[in-house]
């Protein structure tokens, strides 16, 4: 994929999404790391956190949440129920 988005303005993210479909179709790992690249080279360029590109804050905070992995269904109820009422702190 990379040759295909050699010289692409970042800031164009939908061509870039099109360019990714066509090349990686079925992949949505790799499109996605890709996009979340170009959003951190976005924010470097115009010296703006990621955030403002995307509208501004919202909130005053955010709430991180925890993925249950990929188990036998008796695993993964149980790995859930354990997780019920703690907190994933997240830095800034």
Known sequence: MGPSLKGVNPFDIEAIHDTMNVKTHGNPAAKCGVDVALYDLMGRISR????QLLGGRTR???????AVGLASMPEMVEEARSLVGKVFPCSS
């Open 48 to 51: 703006m956190p990621v955030y």
């Open 60 to 66: 005053p905070e955010v709430v991180p949440s925890k």
